[in-house]
């Protein structure tokens, strides 16, 4: 959604709603999928490097490269044509990312977390008439909860040397799947008309961390130690997010 997929469209802004026939149809209308009737096969690699600031303060905004992939397979039936496509943006770095600021915190909302997650969407189309195309299918996303649990004690007198911390990490990775439809119209060969839905998602990410027990008792428990003194302690921290919606 920052970047656009398929270096042609690109190249035009993302404005190729009307015209669109190569195998970038698969993101921004599935109607191009038989718009020419042929065989498109495309494979790349794509990668942005950020120089961002705020009042000449780095933003430390991390790159984002990976994998495009798509192709578009035509049929037909006498004078009906249909076609069947398939558009993926992988990232080689990571297959989803959150990092959560403090809401005062100034940020680059469309270079931050949005840029780092898979893509994928499968699609069909058919050609009625030759002036007339349709497209439609499903887009897949992915995000992540994270659970963070830390258990043990933590002794103020020799912190590094007496402190007896564990903790475990449980990461699930979680599919959204929203519709995408989209219609060409070309009247005149010289004049193109393009009509493109996309369903609401939202990609909430959560991260829970929990230090001890809440009732103090059990293995998990966690305490803080202070000479011959031990007090229980307990820590519950809920960090809810969204890095995208549509």
Known sequence: DTYGMGSRSIALAGAVTADVEDWSANYYNPAGIVRDGNLRIGAGWFGAYHDLSLNDVASNVDPVHGVIVGFNVPGNIGDFRFGFGLGLHLNDQRVSRTRTLPRARHRWEFY???????????????????????????GFLSYSNVSLTIRGTIDFAAPERLSRLEHDLDGELLTIRFPQAGIQVQPLPWL???????????????????????????????????????????????????????
């Open 112 to 138: 931050d977390n949005r840029p780092h997650r898979t893509y994928l969407a499968a699609h069909i189309a058919i050609q009625p008439v030759e002036w007339l195309r349709l497209g439609g299918g499903i």
């Open 192 to 246: 193109n008309f393009g009509v493109v839905y996309r369903g609401e998602y939202a990609l909430k990410n959560e991260l829970i961390a929990e230090v001890g027990t809440p009732d103090f008792v059990g293995p998990g428990a966690g305490a803080i130690i202070a000479g011959g003194l031990t007090v229980p302690a307990y820590f519950y921290l809920l960090s809810v997010s969204t890095n995208a919606y549509v």
